[in-house]
């Protein structure tokens, strides 16, 4: 049974550029959740999603985020117009409900913008 | 809003003591939940253990455990005979299940260290 799937490992992007991370649940979960983690820090939750529903954005930048979870396919967080303070890595996490109190991570990815 | 307070940035162990990583919690929520994470070098997130709060015996994994102080709101993590295995980065994280949302809100970490 694959864990959560992330891709890209790795990602540069150049200010201005558009970035697209992308998340695949583990089989038979529903609910995906993105963190962000600067550098020395923890993780810090941005939204969680269920399939075609943002049920909670509250940790999202207001401006060039976005987020969303199709009814087929990953689920895509997207930062338009990258600065250099969005380099981070990007963690998902699944659920196979919201009750279940466990989330299973991916192995993130490492954003650097130059 | 709920806190979660590692007050230890770094801390090191000799291979083969204990050593205990303290985090702290703020809520007025009675029912929620517990963890340690690791984090290695590899950056992969690995759930180290677990503590429901309305159970007031202590979680065990093999050589990692917990002091579940719910008055007190404390949770350390006790990690008995130290491998050099278990260097990395710790959070503690807590999730409360009543407020729909379900996030996990983590402290700041404790790289430990663990010396030959």
């Known amino acids: 049974n694959a864990g959560v799937m992330q891709n890209p490992r790795h990602l540069v992007r150049r200010r201005g550029q558009e970035a697209r991370l992308r998340c695949s649940p583990m089989k038979g979960h529903s609910h995906v959740y993105w963190y962000r983690q600067l550098p020395e820090e923890g993780l810090k939750f941005m939204v969680y999603l269920q399939k075609e529903n943002i049920i909670d954005e509250s940790g999202m930048p207001k401006e060039r985020f976005s987020a969303e979870f199709p009814k087929e396919g990953p689920s895509i967080l997207r930062i338009q117009q990258v600065v250099r303070g969005d380099s981070a890595a990007y963690f998902c996490a699944s659920s196979s409900s919201g009750g279940a109190y466990e989330q299973y991570f991916g192995p993130g990815t490492r954003l650097t913008v130059t | ?116």
Do not use: H
């Open chain 2, 1 to 116: 809003a709920q806190t979660v307070t590692q007050s230890q940035p770094e801390m090191s162990v000799q291979e083969a003591e204990t050593v205990t990583l303290s985090c702290t919690y703020d809520t007025s929520e009675s029912n929620y939940y517990l963890f340690w994470y690791k984090q290695p070098p590899s950056r992969q997130m690995i759930l180290v253990i677990r503590q429901e709060a309305y159970k007031q015996q202590n979680a065990t994994e093999n050589r990692f455990s917990v002091n579940f102080q719910k008055a007190a709101k404390s949770f350390s993590l006790k990690i008995s005979d130290s491998q050099l295995g278990d260097t990395a980065m710790y959070f503690c994280a807590f999730m409360n299940p009543t407020s729909g949302t379900y996030k996990y809100i983590f402290g700041t970490g404790t790289r430990l260290k663990v010396l030959a």
